[in-house]
Each structure stands twice: as structure tokens, then as C-alpha cells.
């Protein structure tokens, strides 16, 4: 049947009729959001790059926490910011480390929230790489080394699991890594915590801010030998069924916007949860527009969160949770 007997714009004619035949909806209960945490007191300092985002010390989280926990955001993500960095990156495992005493602290706060941790050793390296590295003398390109990187992250999700992380995330595209730290974890009596692979990150240009942030920005080369090619899309699907094989419990996608492509795909190969983080660079251009008064910021972030979602996301990990949580009230 076609027009005149087919007519799309029936089911448009007002508020409620949209919103009777919406497909995807967006709620408070589909965020992650991000927190950046350091040593000190009395530390709040916005990230210039990242207005509205800020690193706490731990004096100061509280307040944070409860902010998130009373606009209805299920889970948080941790980063932590380190006093000291070494090429092994002993600070992400030491049981006494930023992160760590962060959940402790979280998890007594607000024992309902879903803390997640990110398992990687850029914000701990002096090097800022992902994992073990030495620098190829010809090259001079970061030559990273996959096996003994893995049991470093193994010692970081277990160190985080027993401080009451309720999720391990790792972020550091070793191969084998989600094996590596599910036996690990399974060892230490943490058979019941779930792991949620970054399976899918690429090397991107928008992860720029969030190297502000988190002060992780690699020291010579790049990621390349280990993050993915933006080129490539049938790899992510090999990236994503070898973390399926390994026990992953949910699988990333990172970057979301320029990605959405990728999360359509694993949706429709995989029936695990699917997460998009919209990361630092793509929050940044929108507060940036914003604050010129170019686009409608409400507007523009509703939008693309409900673009991530339709897509196949059933998570969103992104830095405007706080206000599009606000804003889906109707505040
Ligand atoms: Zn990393």
C-alpha cells in the first residue's frame, strides 16, 4: 500500500499520540556516570575541558554521591587519580590506592549504587600506557607487552573487588584480558562479580579530555598497537566474540557517537548487555557549542543519548547523566 491510503503523519498529530507509539525510551536507570577522584582535602576542581565535571578528593564525594543516588542514576564509573606513578603501575593495586578506598568509602555511603571500577594502568604509569611497555629503540613507537600486562590488571580487579567494587571494568585492550581476570577474580573468591569488557575502544581523538582529567596521556607513542583501528568494524566483532568465549558479562563500545554503527552490530550479534561510553570529547563539543550559545544543550544531549539507545545500547556511561537525569523529570 502507498499514499494516499498510507499516511505517516497520522500517528504524529499530537503529544500523546507520539508518545503512545515511541519506541525507545530514556530513562535516569539507563546512566553510568563517571567520577574522577584524588588526593587531598577539600578538592573540587572543575576539568577546563569538561565543564560541569569535576575531581573530588574524598572529603568532598559524599556530597556527590548523594546527588547522584537522589536524581535515580544506578551506577557510577571511578577513576582515580594516583599521588605517585611508577612504570608498573603499583598504585592501581595497592589495596590502599584511590580507587580502592573510594568504593570503600561509596559502598558505605550509598550500598545500593553500582560502583564500577575501571581496571587499567594508564592513570598509574609513569609512561601513561595501558599495560607493561618498553619503547622500541628504532621506532621510538611504545612497544606494550601483552602477557605480563595481564597479570598486573589481574592484581588491580581483584585489589578493586575486595574493596567492593560491584563491577569490573577493563579498559586496557590486552588480549586475553577478560580470561585472564575472570580466573583471577574466580581465584579470590569473586566468582560473583560480573566483568564489563571495554571490547570495543578505538583510538580515538576523542578521548582527549578525559587524558586532561585523568592526567593519563601517554608519555611517547600512542595506543594504536592495542586500541582499535575507527577504520574497522568487522574486527569488533572478532574483539567482541573473544570476550563473550572469555566470560565477559557485558560489552562496551567506546566511543558512542561517531561509533553507533559498531552498537547496532554487536547488538544484533550478541545478547549480552550492550554499553555506550559516550566519552569526553564528544561531552566536551557539546558543552563547547553550548556555551556560545550555538545549539540547545538539552536538547542536543536528549537527542544523542536517545540515538545511543535506539541504536542497541541498553547502558550509557556519559558525563551529562546528572542533567539529562534532571532534565527527563521534566526539571
Ligand atoms: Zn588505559
Request: hydrophobic fraction near 40%; glycine fraction near 6%; aromatic fraction near 8%.
Amino acid at each position: 500500500m502507498a499514499f494516499p491510503i498510507v499516511r505517516h503523519r497520522r500517528l504524529r498529530q499530537s503529544a500523546a499520540m507520539r508518545s503512545m507509539v515511541r519506541e525507545t525510551v530514556l530513562t535516569a536507570n539507563d546512566f553510568i556516570y563517571p567520577i574522577y577522584v584524588k588526593y587531598g582535602t577539600n578538592i573540587k576542581e572543575e576539568i577546563s575541558s569538561m565543564p560541569g565535571v569535576y575531581r573530588f578528593s574524598l572529603d568532598l564525594l559524599e556530597q556527590e554521591i548523594r546527588e547522584i543516588t537522589s536524581l535515580g542514576i544506578p551506577s557510577i564509573m571511578l577513576f582515580g587519580l594516583p599521588d605517585h606513578k611508577d612504570a608498573e603501575g603499583t598504585s592501581a593495586y595497592d589495596p590502599n590506592g584511590i580507587v580502592q578506598e573510594a568504593t570503600r568509602l561509596i559502598k558505605k555511603w550509598a550500598p545500593e549504587l553500582v560502583v564500577m571500577a575501571d581496571t587499567c594502568l594508564c592513570q598509574f604509569t609513569d609512561h601513561g600506557h595501558c599495560g607493561m611497555v618498553h619503547q622500541d629503540e628504532v621506532t621510538g613507537t611504545a612497544v606494550v607487552d601483552n602477557d605480563p600486562s595481564l597479570s598486573l590488571l589481574v592484581r588491580t580487579a581483584v585489589s578493586q573487588a575486595e574493596a567492593g567494587a560491584d563491577v569490573i571494568a577493563p579498559s586496557n585492550m590486552m588480549d586475553g584480558f577478560v580470561a585472564a581476570i575472570r580466573e583471577g577474580l574466580d581465584e579470590a573468591g569473586f566468582s560473583h562479580v560480573p566483568i564489563l569488557s571495554y571490547s570495543v575502544k578505538y583510538a580515538s581523538a576523542f578521548y582527549g579530555p578525559f587524558r586532561d582529567a585523568a592526567k593519563s596521556t601517554p608519555q611517547f607513542g600512542d595506543r594504536k598497537t592495542y586500541q582499535m583501528d575507527p577504520a574497522n568494524a568487522r574486527e569488533a566483532l572478532r574483539e567482541a566474540d573473544s570476550d563473550v568465549t572469555e566470560g565477559a558479562d557485558m560489552l562496551m563500545v567506546k566511543p558512542a557517537l561517531s561509533y553507533l554503527d559498531i552498537v547496532r552490530q554487536l547488538r544484533e550479534n550478541f545478547d549480552l548487555p550492550i554499553v555506550a561510553y559516550n566519552v569526553s570529547g564528544e561531552y566536551a563539543m557539546v558543552k563547547a557549542a553550548a556555551a556560545n550559545g550555538w545549539i540547545d544543550e538539552r536538547a542536543i544531549v536528549l537527542e544523542k543519548l536517545i540515538s545511543m539507545k535506539r541504536a542497541g545500547a541498553d547502558l550509557i556511561i556519559t558525563y551529562h547523566a546528572k542533567d539529562a537525569s534532571r532534565w527527563l523529570r521534566g526539571e
